[in-house]
């Protein structure tokens, strides 16, 4: 079984629309002219996104081909969020250096004191969007998660045991006070990426468990019965087709310890900056809607008992929160 859904492959740029021409003209004249990237970002987030709504699969396809073949595309490619977006190092759009740059982590200065003035314009402008505030608002919301998580465990004696799925660099974890406190139980780090993982290895070994496994193995059994207080993914079911996303979910659910959750988010399918993600940065995430992953959590925890879900969106409507909890 593949670790994640497939995406599209290369179109050809066979069907470009005149909006789409008017609307890349009008940012490339923008910014060679030096006028503000925030707004050049800002157009072309509202005009693609325009397109996209309107334009059926194969034709907005067509669309992102064209922009990408397009020369603004040499300018946009001075910010190195884009640039990482569209070069792919790991093998997929969003991986943890994207997300560390996404979230402006400190480790990611070094990129900037690299770029064109142009590219860190860019870079402000493409980190402000609000899929990227998005993301930034999840990680707060995961480390006050596993916050929670020790607070509830402390109280009955013991330290809460984590397991993040698809971890990254685990900077919710860094974040968490239970971490800096060093009231964290076992801390598992299921991370496919090797390279990823080995950052984090080299980073927190005395702290964290780190598997670099596919996130399929873990409906294998590759943790013991132990269980988890708290399980969480960030960016991993955008990239999960349905049946691996249930499978997964239901393996975690059996694991969950009495009071334990698993939270995930799933970008949503009216995400305003889809169309600025599929084409001006090759990132295509798998899109839902909360009636769907309300069926996939139905579907994942079907006779499973003293399990409850529920579903509800951020505060933008950018990502839709899933949970899966087990009564105490």
């Not at 990482?84 to 093998?91: A, E, F, H, T, Y």
């Not at 780190?210 to 990239?239: E, W």
């Not at 979910?249 to 969950?256: C, D, G, H, I």
């Not at 334990?260 to 900056?273: I, P, Q, Y």
Request: glycine share 8%; with cysteine.
């Amino acid at each position: 079984m593949p670790a994640f859904a497939a995406f599209p492959a290369a179109i050809a740029p066979g069907f470009a629309p005149p909006a789409l021409a008017r609307l890349l003209g009008r940012a490339e004249a923008a910014l060679v002219a030096w006028r503000s990237p925030a707004v050049v970002v800002e157009m072309l987030v509202t005009g693609l996104h325009s397109l996209r709504s309107t334009l059926n699969r194969d034709r907005w396809l067509a669309c992102c081909a064209a922009m990408q073949a397009h020369p603004l595309m040499a300018l946009l490619r001075q910010d190195p969020l884009i640039a990482r977006s569209l070069d792919k190092p790991r093998g997929y759009a969003g991986d943890a250096v994207a997300i560390d740059m996404m979230v402006r982590h400190a480790d990611r200065r070094g990129d900037l004191a690299g770029a064109s003035p142009l590219g860190r314009g860019l870079h402000l402008a493409s980190t402000g969007t609000e899929i990227a505030a998005a993301v930034r608002r999840r990680q707060a919301a995961l480390a006050k998660a596993i916050d929670a998580a020790a607070d509830r465990t402390h109280a009955a004696g013991r330290s809460a045991d984590v397991l993040a799925l698809a971890a990254g660099h685990l900077r919710e974890v860094e974040a968490a006070r239970a971490h800096a406190g060093a009231r964290l139980g076992r801390i598992a780090a299921l991370e496919p990426d090797e390279k990823t993982a080995s950052v984090v290895a080299k980073r927190l070994a005395r702290r964290v468990e780190v598997v670099a496994q596919p996130v399929s193995a873990l409906a294998r059994g590759l943790f013991d019965d132990r269980g988890f207080d708290l399980a969480y993914a960030t960016g991993l079911y955008d990239m999960l087709d349905l049946r691996l996303a249930t499978r997964l979910t239901r393996a975690v659910a059996e694991r969950l310890r009495p009071g334990g959750r698993l939270l995930f988010t799933s970008m949503a399918s009216d995400l305003w900056d889809a169309g600025f993600l599929e084409a001006a940065m090759a990132w295509h995430p798998i899109l839902r809607d909360e009636a769907e992953l309300q069926a996939l959590l139905a579907t994942a925890t079907r006779g499973l008992e003293g399990i409850a879900t529920r579903t509800w969106a951020d505060d933008a409507g950018s990502l839709i929160w899933c949970e899966v909890a087990r009564s105490a």
